[in-house]
């Protein structure tokens, strides 16, 4: 089974900080995904890539960068956290078809 | 217009009952459907693709309807272990972007 592990679960950071948010899948899938899920407005794409050093945005990326230096890993940026970025982050990676999902990471800025 | 639109619901049936869902989407050029089972506060799991043809799993059946754009999935003898959100999903062109509805709610009951 693919396995897409987001390292962390829970975090707490200050309005300004910049924040990292990884990903990393094990099946050498080309696609990989950023979503940001928040109650009544469902998931909503922030960036994909579709190869290592590739990426393009989804529907809501400002505020947010990506990188893909590695095949197997996907980072989310958040430039200069702010507090309407309080969600939930999930990561996902596909082939062509059904993405997998991570454990997703649980953001509050404060 | 959304590009997939689903009733959010809840859906509160009872135990044993029969419950369907219809997803439906505008873009006539959608490729590939699937439907993904969400419980609170963890990541979305892919439950059964959708196939022209309509396929079934166990008490899980789901349908495509390409001259209406929509699909749909329906539970027999619902269980209280079903009780999650479930997001359709459509993906165009199979690049493996996946466009998700808002999700629907289902509260299975004793």
């Known amino acids: 089974d693919v396995k897409v592990t987001q390292s962390s679960r829970y975090l707490v950071k200050r309005t300004g900080e910049k924040v990292f948010l990884e990903c990393v899948q094990d099946m050498d899938h080309e696609n990989m995904f950023w979503y940001r899920q928040d109650p009544g407005l469902g998931l909503r794409l922030i960036y994909f890539?579709?190869?290592?050093?590739?990426?393009e945005k989804g529907d809501i990326p400002e505020g947010y960068s990506v990188s893909r230096e590695k095949k197997e890993r996907f980072s989310l940026i958040l430039e200069s956290a702010s507090t309407n970025q309080t969600s939930m982050y999930l990561c996902?990676?596909?082939?062509?078809?059904?993405?997998?999902f991570g454990s997703g990471t649980r953001l509050t800025v404060v | 217009r959304k590009e997939v639109e689903q009733d959010p619901g809840p859906f509160n049936v009872p135990e044993g009952a029969t419950v369907a869902f219809n997803c439906t989407y505008s873009?006539?050029?959608?490729?590939?459907f699937f439907w993904y089972r969400q419980d609170c506060r963890k990541e979305p799991k892919l439950l059964m693709s959708?196939?022209?043809s309509g396929n079934e799993d166990g008490r899980f059946t789901a349908q495509l309807n390409r001259a209406s754009q929509y699909i749909s999935l329906l539970i027999r003898d619902s269980k209280l272990s079903d009780s999650a959100t479930y997001l359709c999903a459509v993906n165009l062109h199979n690049t493996g972007k996946l466009i998700f509805g808002q999700g629907t709610t289902l509260q299975v009951k004793p």
């Open positions: 890539s579709y190869d290592v050093k590739m990426k």
């Open positions: 959708v196939y022209s």
């Open positions: 996902a990676s596909s082939l062509s078809g059904a993405s997998t």
């Open positions: 873009n006539s050029a959608s490729q590939s």
